[in-house]
């Protein structure tokens, strides 16, 4: 089991800037993969950004290339989604996510690879 828990959700402006937090129970070589998924209403789940906890590898969702940024803190069991540049579009409900599943790899903003999700935190940017 792992237990996830965000942070670091709220309004900001167009422009602005908001850092993500995720607190794992448990980090590193049970969980191969984690992401940041977003839902906004009316709207399917989408991946926003995944990093390997073994290694140095990132995945970006076309949409927020450039400007956002996955990292982790593996001594803290922690992973991060910097958010510059923020749009109206970018409205929504972020989850973080863990996979155990080695073939998350080979799709790793694909949400149905994940199988532990935090409870989610929201992020509404105004215009």
């Known amino acids: 089991q792992v237990l996830l828990v965000e942070s670091g959700g709220g309004s900001m402006q167009a422009g602005g800037s908001l850092r993500l937090s995720c607190a794992a129970s448990t980090y590193g070589v049970s969980t191969r993969y984690m992401g940041w998924f977003r839902q906004a209403p009316g709207k399917q789940r989408e991946g926003v950004a995944s990093?390997?906890?073994?290694?140095?590898?990132?995945w970006y969702d076309d949409s927020v290339k450039g400007r956002f940024t996955i990292s982790q803190d593996n001594a803290k069991n922690t992973l991060y989604l910097q958010m510059n540049g923020l749009k109206p579009e970018d409205t929504a409900v972020y989850y973080c996510a863990a996979s155990t599943n080695f073939l998350a790899g080979t799709r790793p903003l694909d949400s149905s690879y994940y199988n532990y999700w935090g409870q989610g935190t929201q992020v509404t940017v105004s215009s």
């Open positions: 990093i390997s906890t073994v290694g140095v590898s990132t």
